[in-house]
């Protein structure tokens, strides 16, 4: 889908606080300008006469003292409000700067004079339901927190969206440049030359926290473990704090998975969007936590429900770019190489589907749920997505789950007519597969 030089030019003009909300199909492209005045989209300025392309989004474009946009193209809908939340959001991210210049510049540990771990930053985690704006929101304050020089790290811990680096992990990473407003979260994995940093990453494997919850709980306390092994060693990372996404878990069955996440995040203040049951649930929560301040802000009108398939198209471009890069413009091509079935070792996390009665007198169902069992290669794997342990094959493969993910391949094409079983297999990276353990996710990948 590209833009035709003679498709339709409209001229919108906005007034201070106003926003401009579009969204574009899948199988079509909108070019937006701006013409006059400024403007951002979830917090990314744009620039005055850049080019900005649109495909498969929904997003909005605001203005704080008024502007003129272009688009040309054809978008979905598109249309300006008058009423958002920015001003709330922008009063949050003022009291995140407040939090952020309370800790000294400088580390100072009174006893020893050096490094203290003792004082941090702020500590923001997003709560509500599916659908509420808590992505868009930590954008805001991700890009917020970059324009005013801090660089905040990025916690994901909705396996649905993958917006870090791939569907089904859970993952933290410090934001190294502005979130482009074009792009969706996912390629801030990605640094300007297209290469693929280690982000700190968790193998889950399905796309629903309900799925596996307690795989989930063992996977957001290994992350949370490593974040705070991190900022232990990085003062300015400390003192610019995390900002905390989750997968919209509202159900009080799962609170318990909230509650484990901020103690083990260390979070000061829990942002609940667009929900007040769980706002009044988490307030009586932390009512005399000291701590933990529980805020409630407004979901934004133009928050838009997603359907299974934008969430699956979402997927495939968040996968796709993982391989292929970011820009439409200057792909690079993934590298291709040969496995033998005879040197890998896949692993896939057990099924848990056996009810209860049907496992061996005190075996707990739970124990499956979090146990991982190998797996022969298939037919059945074509197209697959697999994450590649950092756990080297020659070590225990119990610590595999627990493991860091360092990077994924994509299952093409399989050869079992030979007596040498192989499959090819697609990297970012080039070279043989090295060897290291994969794990199996419910996640593929076809190009639409
Ligand atoms: P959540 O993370 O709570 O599931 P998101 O922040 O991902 O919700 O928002 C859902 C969808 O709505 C996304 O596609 C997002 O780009 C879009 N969206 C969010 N805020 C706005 C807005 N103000 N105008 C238009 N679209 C928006």
């Known amino acids: 889908s590209q833009v035709k030089p003679s498709d339709q030019t409209k001229t919108w003009a906005l007034e201070a606080e106003q926003e401009f909300r579009l969204e574009v199909d899948f199988?079509?492209?909108?070019?937006?300008?701006?013409?006059?005045?400024?403007?951002?989209?979830?917090?990314?300025?744009?620039?005055?006469?850049?080019s900005y392309h649109f495909s498969g989004q929904k997003a909005a474009v605001f203005t704080w003292h008024g502007c003129t946009l272009e688009i040309q193209g054809q978008c979905n809908v598109e249309y300006v409000a008058g009423e958002t939340p920015m001003a709330s959001y922008l009063n949050l991210h003022t009291v995140l700067e407040q939090q952020r210049a309370n800790v000294p510049l400088l580390p100072t540990d009174s006893s020893t004079g050096s490094s203290s771990a003792t004082s941090f930053g702020p500590n923001v985690m997003l709560i509500g339901p599916t659908d509420a704006g808590k992505t868009s929101l930590a954008k805001i304050l991700l890009n917020y927190a970059y324009r005013h020089g801090h660089r905040p790290l990025f916690v994901n811990l909705d396996p649905a969206e993958g917006s870090i680096v791939m569907p089904g992990t859970v993952s933290a990473a410090p934001i190294e440049h502005i979130i482009d407003p074009e792009d969706e979260l996912d390629s801030i994995s990605l640094d300007k030359t297209g290469q693929v940093s280690t982000p700190?990453?968790?193998?889950?494997?399905?796309?629903?926290?309900?799925?596996?919850p307690k795989?989930?709980?063992?996977?957001?306390?290994k992350l949370a473990q490593s974040v705070q092994a991190r900022?232990?060693?990085?003062?300015?990372?400390?003192?610019?704090?995390?900002?905390?996404?989750?997968?919209g878990v509202i159900d009080p069955a799962h609170y318990d998975l909230l509650r484990d996440c901020i103690t083990d995040l260390k979070v000061n203040i829990v942002?609940?969007?667009?929900?007040?049951?769980?706002y009044s649930d988490m307030q009586k929560m932390y009512a005399q936590s000291g701590t933990v301040t529980v805020v409630k802000l407004a979901k934004s009108g133009g928050v838009v429900n997603r359907d299974k398939d934008f969430m699956r198209r979402c997927q495939l471009r968040t996968i796709r770019k993982y391989f292929y890069g970011s820009?439409?413009?200057?792909?690079?091509?993934?590298?291709?190489?040969?496995a033998y079935y005879q040197d890998l070792k896949i692993y896939r996390v057990e099924d848990s589907i056996a009810p209860t009665s049907a496992l061996p007198i005190g075996l707990d169902r739970k124990v499956s749920e979090t146990r991982i069992v190998p797996m022969e290669p298939n037919l059945g794997l074509i197209h697959s997505i697999l994450s590649v342990s950092s756990l080297d094959a020659t070590e225990d493969e119990?610590?595999?789950?627990?493991?860091?993910?360092?990077?994924?391949?994509?299952?093409s094409a399989l050869d079992e007519k030979k007596a040498k079983k192989k499959m090819t297999l697609l990297a970012p990276f080039p070279g043989r597969l090295p060897r290291k353990y994969l794990l199996y996710s419910m996640f593929n990948w076809m190009e639409m």
């Open 271 to 278: 942002v609940v969007l667009g929900h007040e049951r769980l």
């Open 327 to 338: 820009s439409p413009q200057a792909e690079y091509s993934p590298f291709s190489t040969i």
């Open 215 to 221: 795989l989930y709980g063992l996977l957001t306390a």
């Open 231 to 247: 900022l232990a060693q990085n003062h300015m990372a400390r003192r610019a704090g995390c900002i905390i996404d989750t997968g």
């Open 27 to 50: 199988n079509a492209a909108v070019i937006l300008r701006l013409v006059s005045g400024t403007a951002e989209v979830f917090g990314a300025e744009l620039g005055a006469g850049t």
């Open 398 to 411: 119990s610590q595999l789950l627990e493991s860091n993910v360092a990077g994924f391949v994509y299952v």
């Open 200 to 212: 700190l990453c968790y193998h889950y494997g399905f796309p629903a926290i309900t799925e596996n």
